[in-house]
C-alpha cells in the first residue's frame, strides 16, 4: 500500500499546494453544510475577508 504522501504527491504539485506554508479550511456557505450550519459558515466567511482586507 502506497504511503499517504506518494498518493497526494502528484496533487499537491498540480495545485502548486508545495509552496504555501499555512492552510486555512473553512466550511463556506455549502448548499449542503456537513461541518457547521449555513449562518455560521457564512459569518465566519465575512470575517475572513474583513480581516484579510484589513492586513492587506
Do not use: I
Not at 1 to 25: C, T
Not at 29 to 55: G, M, Q, T, V
Amino acid at each position: 500500500m502506497p504511503l499517504p504522501d506518494e498518493v497526494l504527491r502528484p496533487s499537491v504539485e498540480k495545485l502548486g499546494l508545495e509552496h504555501y506554508q499555512r492552510h486555512v479550511f473553512l466550511c463556506a456557505d455549502a448548499s449542503d453544510p456537513k461541518c457547521c450550519d449555513r449562518a455560521a459558515s457564512l459569518a465566519a466567511w465575512e470575517y475572513l475577508k474583513r480581516r484579510l482586507n484589513e492586513l492587506t
